[in-house]
């Protein structure tokens, strides 16, 4: 049995990576209204920690999935409970993280130790993900250019060279942590100053050549116990302005149907394969739990017309739960259709429509 918790500020928390952690106000929001949802993909007898267990129960009960019958407890609850039949499982794990459920009075030999928790936040480092795109487009019909970076000269040269960049931080929420500079808007004042912050603080900077999007999909896996990591299932997925905005829920091969409109199948295969023993070399047991690649489809303005569709392999890796995983979960209980998060001025609500 699982005690689940849904934490949506970790990548921010691995940024800053302390013990005590105090979340934004976007994140605290986030954690408030959404608590609930580890119980879509919880099995029965499993533990779900809110802030509100009424509001949680009632925002479950709405959704019409095949539903586990799972418990919902508060933190403070927790702290009367018999761990020893539990795992613990939030969305990320993080020092912060580990620090909530050892106050919670958590038993220490259930939780990852601090060294653990350095050995995942160096994982997810984007430099990892650097590491396997190199690796990956070695691979025919792919296509993507990363560098890691140390000082404004080495960015400006990368700037000169391919005109349109994505900065990224090292360590950085989906959505944030980005810039995007064309050669003919220079970094400006504000822009130039989040990168010498963020070389001040996390040591490097992330260059990529700007990819012209078609398409956004990720490919989902889990890392096992031995050390193997397994590959899960495809994730279709929208964004605006960098941030997630939805999932696609359909059966697997409806969904390899869709990408074999724009990527031959054997290409997704090798991909699949490739980033699986990557992974499994590298993570090495050091992480245990679900994790996703997200890619991209794009086009090569270099290439000739109808011969210019290409795979980025990797635009990041995200060593936690992902949106992709949940909609795994409801396709694998037969949803169809679309899920997704939306903000309606006062609270975030989740969807699943037909």
């Keep these: 049995m699982t005690i689940h918790f849904f934490n949506p500020d970790h990548d921010i928390a691995l940024a800053m990576n302390l013990s005590r952690f105090s979340t934004p106000h976007v994140g605290r929001q986030m954690r408030s ?3 609930y949802i580890p119980a879509l993909w919880a099995e029965g007898g499993d533990i779900v920690i809110v802030e509100d267990i009424d509001a ?13 019958k799972v418990e919902f407890l508060t933190l403070e609850q927790l702290k009367n409970y018999d761990f ?8 990320g794990w993080n020092k912060s993280i580990r ?10 030999g259930s939780l990852p130790s601090e060294d653990s928790i350095d050995a995942i936040r160096q994982l997810s480092n984007r430099s990892l993900a650097v590491e396997l795109l190199k690796h990956l487009t070695a691979t025919e019909g792919t296509i993507g250019t990363s560098h890691i970076c140390t000082s404004k000269g080495e960015i400006d040269a990368l700037l000169m060279q391919y005109k349109d960049i994505v900065v990224k931080a090292p360590w950085s929420s989906s959505g944030r942590g980005v810039r995007y500079i064309h050669i003919d808007d220079a970094p400006n004042e504000n822009t130039q100053k989040w990168i010498d912050n963020t070389i001040m603080r996390q040591g490097t900077i992330i260059v990529e ?37 939805g999932n696609l829920l359909l059966p697997e091969e409806e969904k390899e149907e869709r990408l074999a409109q724009y990527l ?9 394969e490739k980033t699986e023993q990557f992974l499994s070399d590298r993570i090495e047991g050091a992480y245990i739990g679900p994790l996703g690649v997200d890619m991209m489809v794009c086009r090569d303005a270099t290439a000739p ?12 890796i995200n060593m936690r739960r992902t949106m992709g995983h949940v909609a795994l979960a409801l396709s694998r209980k037969g949803q169809r259709g679309t899920m997704s998060i939306d903000y309606d001025g006062k609270n975030y ?3 699943i429509r037909k």
């Design 33 to 35: 209204d959404l608590g």
């Design 56 to 68: 949680a129960d009632l925002l479950y009960r709405r959704h019409n999935i095949a539903k586990a």
């Design 84 to 91: 020893s039949d539990y795992s613990i499982a939030p969305w």
């Design 99 to 108: 620090t909530m459920f050892l106050d919670a009075k958590t038993a220490k």
């Design 209 to 245: 050549k700007k990819c012209h999007k078609v398409l956004d999909f990720a490919m989902e896996y889990c890392a096992l116990p031995d050390g193997e990591v397994r590959y899960e299932g495809l994730s279709l997925f929208t964004t605006k302005n960098g941030a997630y905005t």
């Design 264 to 272: 031959s199948p054997a290409l997704l295969d090798e991909i699949k």
């Design 305 to 316: 017309s109808g011969q210019d569709i290409r795979l980025n392999p990797c635009i990041e």
């Design 349 to 351: 609500r989740f969807h």
